[in-house]
């Protein structure tokens, strides 16, 4: 094993064998594996986003197993997805790729501005599936945020216990933060903050703009003069905002971009510090010859062979 992943693992000596072992097997897995970066394939946008949104623009992945083999041809470090997803091709590419349940999931028929997902997973199915992690959606700005952080408290201990990882999604939204807000540098932070103190071991975040939402925070930003004009810096300081960078800050890939953009923010990710990227819509809305060099030059950023 690698000094780095060591490192890391040291960051999580409470939890057991067990759940250290899987967070190994994640960082261990693919073209990254070892370095200490992750590229994480998730296709939960199905769920999230609808069918035709999600899959028209590239057809072949309205079939599950499409999915797990882009993952595993572009050496990714885990692919995540909902219940249905995992389970129609968990058995046939066993032990192929480290597998991320996606416990909770929130559709878009009865769109609210204080949205609360459904648990649409469980542990125990993680385990039959064979998973190395679960994952988790909160939304710190909801209405309903108490009950989102009371459910990942149980499913993260149950999770710990039977030695997965936890990793957790952490998207500020809801009627107590205007749109802006919802990518505002206080509050991106803050977000990896409260997933730290709910016990994640990988956070995911959107990556943070310049603006800042709430009026206590700006005066602190900038009495303490916090540096945050260049993403890099404003992905230096997510990543302090999760325990001084000792848990994992991974950033969400968003909606198909133009590819130039993507690298660009890579290349911000790597330079700030942070972990890496969770792409989704970016990867698997392409053809599959497109997508495998995508996401080959991602890795090639992270892995420090790309400038």
């Known amino acids: 094993m690698k000094e780095r992943i060591r490192e890391i693992l040291s960051w999580y000596a409470s939890?057991?064998?067990?759940?250290?072992?899987n967070l190994a097997r994640l960082l261990g897995h693919g073209k990254l594996g070892g370095t200490g970066k992750l590229v994480i394939?998730?296709?939960?946008q199905g769920f999230e986003h609808g069918p035709a949104r999600s899959f028209a623009p590239n057809p072949p992945g309205y079939n599950p197993h499409y999915h797990f083999e882009l993952a595993i041809e572009a050496g990714c470090n885990a692919y995540a997805a909902p219940l249905g997803f995992?389970?129609?091709?968990?058995?046939?590419?066993?032990?192929?790729?480290?597998?991320?349940?996606?416990?909770?999931?929130?559709?878009?028929?009865?769109?609210?501005?204080?949205?609360l997902p459904a648990v649409t997973g469980s542990v125990k199915e993680a385990l039959r599936l064979g998973c190395a992690a679960v994952g988790y959606t909160i939304y710190p700005g909801s209405a309903h945020c108490v009950r989102m952080y009371e459910q990942?408290?149980?499913?993260?201990?149950?999770a710990k216990n039977s030695g997965l990882a936890v990793v957790v999604w952490s998207y500020p939204r809801g009627s107590g933060l205007s749109k802006e807000g919802e990518t505002a540098m206080d509050v991106v932070a803050y977000a990896a903050q409260i997933a730290a103190q709910l016990g994640a071991h990988i956070i995911k975040v959107k990556l943070p703009t310049a603006h800042l939402e709430q009026a206590a925070a700006q005066k602190v930003y900038e009495s303490e003069q916090i540096p945050i004009k260049t993403l890099a810096e404003r992905v230096r300081h997510v990543v302090q905002s999760a325990f001084?960078?000792?848990?994992?800050?991974?950033?969400?890939?968003?909606a198909k971009s133009d590819d130039k953009n993507v690298f660009e923010e890579a290349r911000a990710i790597r330079d700030g510090g942070g972990f890496g990227s969770i792409?989704?819509?970016?990867?698997?809305?392409?053809?599959?010859?497109?997508?495998?060099?995508?996401?080959?030059?991602?890795?090639?950023?992270?892995?420090?062979?790309?400038?």
């Open 15 to 21: 939890d057991n064998a067990g759940t250290r072992t």
């Open 244 to 254: 001084d960078g000792r848990r994992i800050v991974i950033f969400s890939g968003g």
């Open 152 to 158: 990942l408290r149980e499913i993260a201990e149950e």
């Open 86 to 115: 995992l389970e129609a091709g968990a058995s046939q590419y066993a032990g192929m790729i480290p597998l991320i349940l996606k416990l909770n999931n929130h559709d878009v028929l009865h769109e609210d501005k204080d949205p």
């Open 279 to 307: 792409i989704g819509r970016n990867s698997f809305q392409r053809p599959k010859v497109e997508a495998l060099k995508f996401l080959q030059t991602v890795m090639g950023i992270y892995a420090g062979e790309i400038p």
């Open 41 to 44: 394939l998730p296709v939960d």
